[in-house]
């Protein structure tokens, strides 16, 4: 799986991050935080650039990898939805890897040093998400460790090892790959997946405001 991205390095005190920002591309993604639950809309191209972008997440244990989303309205057919709850919120989202130790709050400073960045290609195997994992994600988690989910300045962090990247992208590679022959055959069916911080956590708590569960939804007939 290919994508366009740019690559920067900042420095913060001692620490060097690599972030990898998503480029403009074909497709549209967006992300909301309903409070209750996580939402994510995107389309045929969109989907392919999250599920890239997630594989490459997985591999990428030096690096930030994040995506600019919450200048994204949603698709028309959710807009009505949205207005119609208290507060709604539009997000970034931000891959993170549990060996680097970062901090979400540490993440509104940095960012606010971005620049254009060099421009890249990234490649990754396609597919990234090997046949053990889509069994054990039929059959239960087992031992597979869990992402963590954390809201810091208008961005959704999710932070995890190799594993619950992977665990957690074969939901997103079977969308990917299954939803767009779906919906041909099923128009009205609605064609999503999850993403879990883990089977504990499905709403927020007061210990963790943020809900646990990422939905992701093929919307194939984008409006605005």
Known sequence: MQQRV?????????????????ADGPGRIALYDRHYCLDV???RDGLARLTALWSLA???AH?????PLRAQPAPAGYQDALSNEITPVALDLLLVHHSLQFRPADWKPLRARLGPGRPHTTSTPDPDFPAEYQAARRHGRGDHDHLRFDR???TLVVTGSPA???????GLHALLTEAPADHRTWPAVHHCTELDAGPWRKYPTPHSPVAGRLHVQYCPDWTL
């Open 6 to 22: 740019t690559v920067q390095h900042i420095r913060t005190g001692p620490t060097e991050y690599r972030v990898i920002r998503a």
């Open 41 to 43: 809309f995107a389309d």
């Open 58 to 60: 997985t591999r990428s």
């Open 63 to 67: 690096s930030l990898v994040h995506l």
């Open 152 to 154: 810091a300045a208008r």
């Open 164 to 170: 619950a990247f992977r665990f957690e992208g074969v």
